[in-house]
């Protein structure tokens, strides 16, 4: 049977929620997604960019910490109220908090990690199974981060949460696909953002990093905007528990010449 491929790859229409998206990679593909015909609604502790002018109607900014389960339930309900349907929610809250000393670790760092990136993750997608659930369809896009595959230095905690996300991913994958309930991670690489910019400003940690990809060089946000789109798409209908690595080739490079 052909396909079109504009339609599979269409994500006209769908209500898509994007926690974390007050910048970064978050913003990037909230602005992406409205721009392609999805009503979006972006959440975040805060927003420092106007919404332009063109996706007035089709882009919504929610302040909301993620770690407030009641906040964010109630927001999920008022979206579900107004539009009958949720179809996919994208997962990229995070925080990196890296140690000074890999002989002494924070506790607090600890939780505070894993409570935006972990917990948060898991009490978000918790709450829109519901409803994907009356509708039997949807998709969950877990934002983890090469970091959930390899170890960093003095950071623990980032590693550790971004590994359980993936596994988290794989778990709900297991239990939600026969409601027709899909979950995959999207692991980006290095990416130029407010997070990466203390690495990006340092000349030998930039160019260390990208050496380390097969491509040679770092990421521009919107090259996760087509990856995103496809697994939010039908053009993923038969995809889920997956990991799509967006890393430049970091992952599969061996060992140098």
Sequence with gaps: MLMNMNKLFSVENLIVIITGSGKGIGHTLSESF?????IVYSISLNFNNEIPSNLKNSLFQEICDVRNKNKFKKIFKKIYEKHGKIDVLINNAGITLTSSDDKS????????????????????SNSVFEYMLKNNSGSIINITSINAELGFPKNPYYVASKGGLKMLTKALARDWGKYGIRVNNLGPGYFKTEMTKKSYSDLKKRKSRSNQTMLGRWGTT????????????????YITGHDLYVDGGWIANGLSE
Aim: net charge negative; with cysteine.
């Design 222 to 237: 919107d090259e996760l905007v087509g990856p995103a789109i496809f697994l939010a798409s039908k053009a993923s209908s």
């Design 105 to 124: 670790y924070s506790i607090d760092d600890w939780n505070k990690t894993l409570d935006v990136n972990l917990t948060a993750g898991f009490n978000c």
């Design 34 to 38: 409205a721009d392609n015909g999805a």
